[in-house]
T-cell receptor, first 115, second 116 residues
Framework: EAQVTQNPRYLITVTGKKLTVTCSQNMNHEYMSWYRQDPGLGLRQIYYSMNVEVTDKGDVPEGYKVSRKEKRNFPLILESPSPNQTSLYFC??????????????FGEGSRLTVL | QKEVEQDPGPLSVPEGAIVSLNCTYSNSAFQYFMWYRQYSRKGPELLMYTYSSGNKEDGRFTAQVDKSSKYISLFIRDSQPSDSATYLCAMSPLSYSGAGSYQLTFGKGTKLSVIP
């Protein structure tokens, strides 16, 4: 089954404790991206990657890191989480046909709470 | 002015009604227009997308783009309770057109309830 898998799905952590949210896709997609979704603010892009070793900032990259060492994996790293990073996070991937990134397949989401 | 404006609703309609969902935008560089559906506690899923102006139909769903007015719409015919979800519009510039051409800008979503 074609899917984007995120882990953990739910996490409560404390300020400053480094954490990683993993994302893996089995569709051989070139493009992967991370979003956060907050009430009243909608979906906002954190980082995206057009291929292995190629990443770029989205609209809200502060406080996050990513890496793309393998095509299928795109982990999101919070080096020193703060309460304002409490949010619902989505990983997504796209085949990126002709450079079009809009056919996104989303994971189920990871709800993160930072105390 | 926000790049993409979408009425958050909530919108409540009886089963069988025609639903109209809309977004306006300000960035004339947008060329691709997408509609995503998001059920509660799930990730968004792509319903359909269009390139530039015009209409596109897929079953009970029709997407319209009016670039001259910077206005897009999604129509749902014969709405069903299973259509109850939040609908997100999204837009992006032409591929390979420079900075930002690989990013989507989302509206905040309209929450729809279809009452049996």
């Amino acid at each position: 089954e074609a899917q984007v898998t995120q882990n953990p799905r739910y996490l409560i952590t404390v300020t400053g404790k480094k954490l990683t949210v993993t994302c893996s896709q089995n569709m051989n997609h070139e493009y992967m991206s991370w979003y956060r979704q907050d009430p009243g603010l909608g979906l906002r892009q954190i980082y995206y990657s057009m291929n292995v070793e190629v990443t770029d900032k989205g609209d809200v990259p502060e406080g996050y890191k990513v890496s793309r060492k393998e095509k299928r994996n795109f982990p999101l790293i919070l080096e020193s989480p703060s309460p304002n990073q409490t949010s619902l996070y989505f990983c997504a991937s796209s085949l990126f046909r002709a450079g079009f990134a809009g056919e996104l397949f989303f994971g189920e989401g990871s709800r993160l709470t930072v105390l | 002015q926000k790049e993409v404006e979408q009425d958050p609703g909530p919108l409540s309609v009886p089963e069988g009604a025609i639903v109209s969902l809309n977004c306006t935008y300000s960035n004339s560089a947008f060329q691709y227009f997408m509609w995503y559906r998001q059920y509660s506690r799930k990730g968004p899923e792509l319903l359909m997308y269009t390139y530039s102006s015009g209409n596109k139909e897929d079953g009970r769903f029709t997407a319209q783009v009016d670039k001259s007015s910077k206005y897009i719409s999604l129509f749902i015919r014969d709405s069903q309770p299973s259509d109850s979800a939040t609908y997100l519009c999204a837009m992006s510039p032409l591929s390979y057109s420079g900075a930002g051409s690989y990013q989507l800008t989302f509206g905040k979503g309209t929450k729809l309830s279809v009452i049996p």
